[in-house]
């Protein structure tokens, strides 16, 4: 169940353009959207509220509650305000942009704040690329398709269950998608017992759909699934094809860069 939803933004198009993503989840649960902004010195915000402002709800969207809150920074990494303010909050899901404004605050420089909560924040975490060469193309407000992605390992557990509630709000159908790198040992089933056992243990059984398999070039080819079947969400661990390291792979990573579709993550 999803109550709280923290939405972090630094007020560009970029950021904001997220918002109405965590907007349709919150509808779904009649959830809390907490807007968050982390103040800088020099922050736009104080002198050009017209142009650096919180995002407005749009027509339809009034049953959301939006609480709208600006804290400062302070010597903390704002991606560590941003997961603290989510613990203490109480919140059960992030939803942000992969990147924001680069010019005064400063807020999604270098690598960028969005992978950074990702790679590190054990709240579920969905990043949205509505922007850029590699951007989202799928309607993000729509779930129709959500594809959660396993090696089978035991951290794959800890995403299921707010990705299979979010799959039963919407009535989307939740895929599995078993992937095995090279050498990798495949079970006689194809992994079917052990993802039975995943989403019983989730109290998900009912939502447990189609099962696939990929083998080899693991991120690649999760990225042309994605894309070819067009998913509405992927759900990954960090550690996917880690062999457990709870520490972001170059193969999550490389999802969360270039997957058609928004991401949900967590660090198990």
């Known amino acids: 169940m999803i109550r709280s939803i923290l939405f972090p933004t ?11 993503l965590a907007l349709a989840i919150a509808a779904q649960f009649e959830a809390t959207v907490q807007s968050l902004h982390i103040a800088h010195g020099g922050d736009p915000h104080i002198t050009e509220t017209s142009r650096y402002e919180f995002p407005a709800l749009p027509t339809g969207a009034t049953t959301v509650r939006v609480i709208e809150t600006i804290i400062p920074k302070g010597d903390d990494d704002p991606a560590q305000v941003i997961m ?16 924001g404004r ?13 992978e950074q909560v990702a790679r590190d924040s054990k709240i579920p975490t969905i990043i949205a690329r509505l922007y850029g060469p590699r951007r989202t193309r799928r309607p993000i407000d729509r779930f129709k398709t959500i594809l959660f992605v396993t090696d089978l390992g035991g951290h794959s557990k800890r995403i299921l269950p707010v990705v299979s ?9 939740l895929e599995a998608l078993c992937v095995f790198n090279e050498g990798d040992e495949e079970p006689a089933d ?11 243990e989730a109290e998900a059984s009912d939502c447990l759909g189609k099962i696939r398999r990929l083998h080899g070039g693991l991120a690649e080819a999760v990225v042309e699934y994605a894309g070819r079947h067009k998913a509405d969400l992927v759900a990954i661990t960090t550690a996917l094809g880690s062999g457990g390291d709870p520490k972001l792979t170059n193969t999550a990573e490389f999802i969360i860069r270039n997957a058609p579709c928004p991401v949900m993550c967590v660090r198990p």
């Open 165 to 173: 509630s979010l799959a039963r709000k919407t009535k989307a159908n």
């Open 84 to 99: 603290r303010h989510a613990k203490e909050r109480g919140c059960d899901l992030i939803v942000m942009a992969s990147h």
């Open 10 to 20: 630094d007020f560009s198009a970029v950021a904001n353009s997220a918002f109405p």
């Open 190 to 200: 194809g992994g079917k017992a052990t993802l039975e056992s995943f989403f019983a």
């Open 102 to 114: 680069s010019d005064v605050a400063q807020f999604f420089l270098g690598r960028s704040v969005a």
